[in-house]
C-alpha cells in the first residue's frame, strides 16, 4: 500500500533549485573552513585569506535565498528535493553561525582594538613593533585618546594591578601564566630596581581564525609591593569584538588569584636541630655518676 502511494513521488522531478542550494551549501562550507585554515597556517595574506572567507560566507547566503524559493517552487508544483533544502539550511546555519554572533558583538562593543591598563601611560610594543609593520597592519603606537575614552565607558573595570608582593615575585608570577597560555614571547626582560621595569612581550591568538594580538605587559615597584599594567592590541582591523578587553580582564583575575597564593604560602621551617648540653654541664654529670 505504501509503495503505490510513494509512487506518484517518486515519478516527480527533484527541484533544480533544492539541488542548487544544496550544492551552494556543501561549496561555502568547504570555502570557509579552507580559508580558516590558510589564515592559521599562514599560507597567504591576511587579505585574500579573507577575502575567500567572505565569499563563503556570501555563497552561503545565496544558498539559503535559493533554498527558500526552491521550498515556494515545491509547495506550488510538487516536485521533490526538500530533503537537500533542509541540508542546506543546517550547513548554512553552521556556517553563518559564528559570523553572525560577530556581527552582534560589533554593534554592541566600541570599535577600538588597543585595550590598556594605563592609557596615559600605556606599556609599548618595542620588539613587537617590528611586527607590525606589513601592510594592513595597525601601528605599534597607542591607538589614542579616542580609543581611551571608549575604553572607560565599555571596560571600566580594566585599571592597574597593585599586588602585595615584592616585583620580582609579581614579575615572575605574569611570565608563568604567559607560558600558561602558550602565548609566543617575543621579548622578555627581568625588573632590576631601580633603574629597569620588568617587560614582557608576546603574541595571544583568537580561537577559531589565530589572528595575531600583541601583548606587552609592564611590572614596576611600588613600594615593597608591585604594579602590572597589561596592554592587548589586535594586529589587524580597527575593532577586536571584545578580544583584548576580555584577554586583559582573565589575565588580571588569574594573576590576583596568583598573588593570593604567592602571599598565604606557608614558610618552610628547617628541621630543628637538638642543642647540646654545654660541655661544663657534661663534665659535671659525669662525675656524679661516677660518685
Known amino acids: 500500500m505504501a509503495r503505490r502511494f510513494s509512487a506518484p513521488y517518486q515519478s516527480e522531478p527533484v527541484s533544480r533549485l533544492a539541488s542548487w542550494a544544496r550544492n551552494l551549501a556543501v561549496f561555502s562550507v568547504v570555502a ?13 595574506e591576511i587579505k585574500p585569506a579573507l577575502a575567500t572567507f567572505f565569499a563563503g560566507l556570501a555563497v552561503a547566503v545565496l ?10 517552487a515545491i509547495w506550488q508544483n510538487g516536485s521533490r528535493g526538500m530533503g537537500r533544502i533542509v541540508l542546506a539550511l543546517l550547513i548554512n546555519t553552521l556556517v553563518l553561525a559564528y559570523p553572525a554572533y560577530l556581527v552582534v558583538q560589533y ?22 613593533a617590528q611586527l607590525r609593520t606589513g601592510e594592513g597592519t595597525n601601528p605599534a603606537a597607542y591607538a589614542g585618546l579616542s580609543s581611551a575614552a571608549q575604553q572607560r565607558r565599555f571596560y571600566p573595570d580594566i585599571e592597574p594591578v597593585e599586588l602585595e608582593i615584592p616585583v620580582d615575585n609579581a614579575y615572575a608570577i605574569a611570565l608563568k601564566l ?11 626582560r627581568a625588573p632590576r630596581p631601580p633603574l629597569r621595569v620588568g617587560r614582557i612581550e608576546a603574541v595571544a591568538q583568537t580561537p577559531i581564525m589565530n589572528f595575531r594580538e600583541d601583548v606587552s605587559i609592564r611590572v614596576m615597584p611600588d613600594g615593597e609591593d608591585s604594579r602590572v599594567d597589561i596592554r592587548s ?22 594573576l590576583n588569584a596568583a598573588a593570593d597564593t604567592d602571599v598565604i604560602k606557608p614558610v618552610k621551617k628547617e628541621p630543628a636541630v637538638p642543642a647540646k648540653p654545654p660541655a661544663k654541664a657534661a663534665k659535671k654529670q659525669r662525675m656524679t655518676n661516677g660518685e
Open 63 to 72: 544558498s539559503v535565498l535559493i533554498g527558500l524559493a526552491g521550498s515556494a
Open 233 to 254: 592590541a589586535s594586529r589587524y582591523f580597527s575593532s577586536d569584538f571584545g578580544s583584548n578587553a576580555a584577554r586583559i580582564s582573565r589575565f588580571i583575575d588569574d
Open 107 to 128: 554593534r554592541r562593543l566600541p570599535a577600538i582594538y588597543d585595550v590598556t591598563t594605563d592609557p596615559s601611560d600605556p606599556p609599548r610594543f618595542e620588539a613587537l
Open 32 to 44: 570557509v573552513v579552507a580559508s580558516i585554515f590558510i589564515v592559521r597556517l599562514g599560507f597567504l
Open 178 to 188: 604567559v607560558h600558561k597560555r602558550k602565548w609566543t614571547v617575543i621579548d622578555e
